[in-house]
């Protein structure tokens, strides 16, 4: 057995937010037994010394260059460009034609928040560096890939990327982003070479997969229920904005991460009437226990209902110290492409074709959303 796994909402913020779970990997008996096989594909991920894998004061180093670059005062600034990327591409989309299936995560809901991020980091619009950043954090997220591939991604090619566009940034004279924000860090001995691509890289990952995962489940959830989609329009059209409660609710009914990764016990701990003993590693899998009936009770917890009593108390971004930086931009990514889409497309409906989901312990989403636009 490689980890337990929790089975409610409660247990989830627990072990998410205790100190007596750590994410250091040394904690890990059954790693430091050499129990884990050397081919096991995540072992590359977990065994690196970064932003998700660190406690304490290194964690907290590692992660206030972030924090700063992503405050919610710096990602309002953000609205004009999350809007013109959005008309943007729903723009592009209009030349789809009538009738025609069309795949809306890659043809909206994940060049959006892919062209943010970067936007925010300072990568280049010109040149092939976004399409080969959004090809290598499939790859490192891809649970099926072999541990060779995934050394290969993580390993080589993505900091190989990384690096050169710093090089490249620093021979342009760069300053106002959140990659050289990183880089000034290292160059005052605040932050490490690696540790600054190790940023970078949890930055990129973490800041367009997840957010195109949260507009898909979102959409899906809206086009499923419709009479919800009628109360939200009905509600817009007064005036009201439905589409923060539309975001909570989706973050709540389909999380766009798949589990959380890992939890080392450092003691014997009691969680929901067991015991979790030391050294022993824990996931928590976020779309099950937000679907627990104990903590959203009404109405059903699978049925899509914004507005839902204490659908904020969902734990999607999760909680303590390692709770998501970039929560408030996923969700004003959402809000902004929600309302823009349903406004551009009142007709949109999901297409019979299947929308097959990614191999990924980590992310909850799928290679594909076939929808027809009109």
Known sequence: MVAKAV????????????????KDIRNWG???RGEIPPDWPLLFI???????????????RLRLPVQRAISPRRVQAL????????????????????????DLLNGFALPLPLEVICSLLGVPEEGALRAELRELSAAAMNSEA???EVQDAVGQRFPAALLALVEQKRARGDRDDLTMDLVTAMDEGELSEAEVVGNLVVTIIGGHETTANLICHAVRGL??????????????????????EVVEEALRWESPSRHVMFRYATEDVSV?????REGEAVLVPLPAIQRCPHAFPDPSPDVFAPGRAGASRHIAFGVG????PGASLARLEAEIALRRLFETFPHLALAATPAPRVPSLGINGYQKLPVHLD
């Open 30 to 32: 059954a790693h430091a």
């Open 321 to 324: 110290p390692h709770r998501c």
């Open 7 to 22: 089975t409610t909402r409660e247990a989830g913020a627990l072990v998410m937010s205790d100190a007596r779970f750590s």
């Open 146 to 148: 072999s541990v060779e």
């Open 79 to 102: 609205r004009p460009r999350i809007e013109a990327v959005t008309d943007r591409l729903l723009t592009e989309l209009t030349a789809v034609p009538a009738g025609q299936e069309t």
């Open 46 to 60: 977990v065994e690196g010394k970064g932003l998700l894998t660190t406690d304490g004061e290194t964690h907290r």
């Open 223 to 244: 086009l499923t229920h419709p009479d919800t989609l009628t109360t939200a329009r009905k509600r817009q059209d007064t005036g009201d904005n439905p589409w923060p």
């Open 272 to 276: 929901d009437g067991d015991v979790i």
